[in-house]
């Protein structure tokens, strides 16, 4: 006899009691994310067809203008959210500037944070992109319009994050504060069945990812950790992996052991990653999971963001590779 797995859809109503402020509203604002991200994975998955049907900047078959995915995605959340009535602000890293939305009596208490489509150098190989998303309690009054302050609250604020990861098989990875649950889409029904209960980082981590391209630029601290990581010793070197897309090496190394680091460098002082839609979620899952999230000294989660789009060097993972990495940095 087959087992049978919890849908989404199930495991959300058995878990309603257990979400912070339990009015159905968060439940149905992840209801959403999870159908704006059946819509792009079906994009996603026939980005291959588009030279076929027609290339950027024509006309598809259906007399639709070509898209770029990462554009088509973020209309994609944003309608969906909107339409719903579901948030009562939107920040997303493809945005300029927050969508403040009057919806629902201008009841809704949350705001989204989204990276609708991260891994953009990878969207046109063919490798696994993600779309990351953050969730918070607006601090400003109910009824009124959002503000800035709304969203730049330190990722320790938040509600619930999490990824949907288009790989080999689409999954959404998420945590409300209680564990980080795994769904794997079926795509023949269009259902998400709970296939990683409770995610956590193995005790040890083994894999290291970083694009050492870049590693003549980077800090002191970071070089000697890596080449600490290629030492032959009892339990190195490491393994080195490195997709280039966050949600898919976050997502390997939780479930294998490991870190991933996107540090500073002397181009960028601040690295790469957006510290609202990147770093933030990724930081709170990790923590949920068992591991850590620093920018070399700190807590990602502490940090007091002063800008919607500021970035900050990430480092994130086994909590004991993360904590050998800090003493790294704290050396030099
Ligand atoms: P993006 O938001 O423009 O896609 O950039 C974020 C991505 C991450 O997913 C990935 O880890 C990193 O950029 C890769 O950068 P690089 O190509 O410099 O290694
Ligand atoms: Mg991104």
Known sequence: MTKHNKTLGEFIINKQSEFKYSSGELTRLINSIRLAGKIVNHEVNKAGLV?????????????EDQQKLDVYANEVFIKNLVNREI???????????????????????YVVLIDPLDGSSNIDVNVSVGTIFSIYRRITL??????IEDFLQPGKNQVAAGYIVYGTSTMIVYSTGHGVNGFTLNPAIGTYYLSHPNMQFPDKGYIYSVNEGNYVHFPKGVKEYIKYCQEEEEDRP???????????DFHRNMIKGGIYFYPSTSKSPNGKLRLLYECNPMAFLAERAGGKASDGFNRILDIKPTELHQRAPFFCGNKDMVDKLESFMKKN
Not at 87 to 101: K, L, N, Q, T, Y
């Open 87 to 109: 948030v009562c602000g939107i920040a997303s890293e493809e945005e300029d500037d927050f969508i403040s939305i009057q919806g629902n009596n201008n009841e809704n208490k």
């Open 142 to 147: 109910v009824g009124t319009p959002v503000t």
């Open 51 to 63: 030279d076929i049907l027609g290339t950027a900047g024509e006309e598809n078959i259906q007399g």
């Open 238 to 248: 490491y393994t080195s992996r490195y997709i280039g897309s966050l949600v898919s």
